[in-house]
């Protein structure tokens, strides 16, 4: 729970490439993956690219390495493709994950630990918005990682189907008062009340089929899930609870 989100393409001082020394075939090399910014490049596009034999390119990487031009990280995508960037560059959440993620990893441990502070922090304040927690959790400094917005929709939806809390939107009376109306808000659901708030809302809302029920449908991490993927029906404890349903 340390890392630091920074800007996805933020450069560093750019190296001198003149001093480092490189060979006509490191510079090559090292503008191809210069190009990509901070989307990186696979190792095997820097071959095709290149037109280098497959021994000069990896020559020429295991030196830039060497000389700290650049640095290889590692594409949640696809873990098993080297991929490069130049050293100035941080890589894109597309390539690590984002904040969810730790060298390549989704840090389960650390989403768990934001879950459990939102949902703290929003039985503390009754009625809570999205940036109110936001607020009172970055206040807190209990991470050092830069949480956005985004971040924690991911996490209060995650509470949502967890059924630890229920979306409201304000009135703008009683409770709600300072909010305004029609402000999406959430409440703590107490665990006597989730038999009856599940029902009540049930009740409340339109029936719909049971494809477009489906946690997916609603689901922030969507896009990175892959049948053999760190994100998986297979390991998806929502899909789940929707199966035994």
């Given at each position: 729970?340390?890392?630091?989100?920074?800007?996805?393409?933020?450069?560093?001082?750019?190296?001198?490439?003149?001093?480092?020394?490189?060979?006509?075939?490191?510079?090559?090399?090292?503008?191809?993956?210069?190009?990509?910014?901070?989307?990186?490049?696979?190792?095997?596009?820097?071959?095709?690219?290149?037109?280098?034999?497959?021994?000069?390119?990896?020559?020429?990487?295991?030196?830039?390495?060497?000389?700290?031009?650049?640095?290889?990280?590692?594409?949640?995508?696809?873990?098993?493709?080297?991929?490069?960037?130049?050293?100035?560059?941080?890589?894109?959440?597309e390539l690590t994950g984002g904040a969810w993620y730790d060298d390549g990893n989704l840090d389960v441990d650390f989403i768990n630990a934001v879950k459990?502070?939102?949902?703290?922090?929003?039985?503390?304040?009754?009625?809570?918005?999205?940036?109110?927690?936001?607020?009172?959790?970055?206040?807190?400094?209990?991470?050092?990682?830069?949480?956005?917005?985004n971040h924690f929709e991911e996490i209060f939806g995650a509470l949502v189907l967890d059924n630890e809390v229920m979306e409201v939107e304000s009135n703008?009376?009683?409770?709600?008062?300072?909010?305004?109306?029609?402000?999406v808000c959430y409440k703590a659901i107490g665990k006597r009340r989730v038999g009856a708030a599940a029902a009540a809302a049930a009740a409340a809302e339109?029936?719909?089929?049971?494809?477009?029920?489906?946690?997916?449908?609603?689901?922030?991490?969507?896009?990175?899930?892959?049948?053999?993927?760190?994100?998986?029906?297979?390991?998806?404890?929502?899909?789940?609870?929707?199966?035994?349903?």
């Open positions: 729970m340390s890392r630091l989100q920074s800007p996805s393409a933020l450069k560093r001082k750019r190296p001198d490439s003149n001093s480092q020394g490189m060979t006509d075939q490191e510079r090559v090399v090292y503008k191809l993956i210069h190009e990509k910014e901070n989307m990186g490049i696979w190792v095997r596009d820097i071959k095709r690219s290149s037109n280098l034999q497959d021994t000069i390119v990896n020559k020429s990487i295991k030196s830039l390495l060497d000389k700290g031009m650049i640095k290889e990280v590692v594409n949640v995508q696809n873990k098993t493709r080297k991929t490069y960037l130049a050293a100035e560059f941080e890589p894109s959440p459990k502070l939102c949902s703290q922090k929003i039985k503390q304040l009754k009625v809570a918005t999205v940036e109110s927690v936001m607020d009172s959790v970055k206040a807190s400094g209990a991470f050092k990682a830069d949480l956005k917005k703008g009376m009683g409770e709600f008062a300072g909010i305004k109306v029609g402000k339109p029936r719909i089929g049971a494809m477009a029920s489906i946690p997916c449908g609603v689901c922030p991490r969507i896009s990175s899930c892959t049948p053999d993927g760190v994100i998986s029906p297979g390991t998806c404890v929502y899909y789940q609870k929707w199966l035994d349903f």
